[in-house]
């Protein structure tokens, strides 16, 4: 069918946002290949779940329900998204780069024998040729940062099916249609594609810890980098947030020094974030950092050097010491509030 697929993984019953926004995504893709949307389902009662998929372009979605498949386990997941992909031969697959994508993409290439780029942060299709006179049409260009962020990679993969990516959370968008698509649900046979072998591994005792910090749906967001100089500085920025109603994020380079709390990573190696105001404080902008926020609505930036990079992507460049700006934007905004 060559089609575009998209395996669809679930967050406390409910689909988790990469997978949405790998549907928005792989939309456009099929648009531009004139093809369909396939979405792969796994887990248990998972009755009316394809409205949703559906509500964002899926145009076939293949539903594995069974009480054995919930919570998620490596091998019986494996084994059916492997099986089925095999079936339906899609010409791409794509998988959120989360801690199942990380975990289930690896597995289902190596089954199927096909490259997988991982952490992507766009796709897109175009041609190719290569030095020995070969032409290849309609491929995926895989990109993604390479070499700590120095460099960005394109990777095709012209010979082997499916071309297999894995794409973090946040760097897409996720945008439903107007109205559902009027697709069609295959349920899976899971017993076709699954062996006892595959559930040697048993799931005695589950915790999960709720997330302390989710920087991601923040609307502002008031990040600070190395430059902020200390842990205790990092406070003002908590000021600055408690007034503004935002959540605190921080550098790659903050959370290293122990400045901040790793939940609060933004950046290529962090939470990738789209909020309407990003105040950057001692951040010096490197690539690392801001292809995790060049996507905010307005960046303010507060730096004592005036020809930082992070300057360059900014609405609006502070040059001045945040311990001295900060407090005046606190009190300014507090006046003005009343």
């Known amino acids: 069918m060559n089609n575009v697929f998209v395996y669809c993984e679930l967050e406390g019953g409910k689909v988790a946002d990469v997978s949405l926004e790998l549907l928005t995504k792989g939309r456009g893709l099929a648009a531009q290949l004139g093809c369909k949307v396939e979405a792969l389902v796994i887990g248990s009662k998972l009755s009316g779940i394809e409205k949703e998929l559906m509500s964002y372009g899926a145009q076939v979605v293949h539903v594995a329900d069974d009480e054995r498949l919930d919570p998620f386990r490596t091998l019986p997941h494996a084994a059916i998204t492997a099986g089925l992909i095999k079936e339906v031969q899609p010409q791409i697959a794509l998988f959120g780069a989360s801690s199942i994508g990380r975990d289930l993409a690896p597995r289902v290439s190596s089954a199927l024998k096909s490259g997988l780029t991982a952490d992507c942060t766009s796709l897109e299709i175009g041609d190719h040729s290569d030095t020995k006179g070969n032409s290849y049409t309609n491929l995926l260009y895989q990109i993604r940062p390479a070499f700590g962020g120095n460099i960005i990679a394109t990777i095709i993969n012209p010979d082997h099916r499916p071309q ?51 920087i991601k749906g923040a609307s502002v967001i008031v990040a600070g980098g190395y430059g902020v100089g200390s842990k205790e500085n990092f406070k003002l920025l908590f000021d600055l947030a408690a007034v503004l109603g935002a959540e605190v994020g921080a550098s ?87």
């Open 164 to 214: 297999m990516a894995t794409v973090r959370e946040g760097v897409m968008k996720k945008e439903p249609l107007p109205a559902p698509v009027q697709g069609e649900v295959k349920k899976v046979e899971v017993k076709k594609y699954l062996h006892d072998t595959d559930f040697a591994v048993r799931i005695m005792e589950r915790h999960i810890e709720d997330r302390k910090v989710d």
């Open 252 to 338: 790659r380079a903050a959370v290293d020094a122990g400045f901040a709390d790793n939940a609060r990573q933004v950046g290529q190696t962090g939470v990738t974030v789209r909020p309407k105001l990003y105040i950057a404080c001692g951040i010096s902008g490197q690539i690392q950092h801001t292809a995790g926020m060049d996507q905010s609505a307005i960046v303010i930036s507060i730096n004592t050097d005036a020809n930082a990079p992070i300057n360059q992507i900014a609405d609006y460049a502070i040059v001045g010491d945040m311990n001295e700006v900060i407090p005046k934007m606190i009190k300014s905004y507090r006046g003005n509030s009343r």
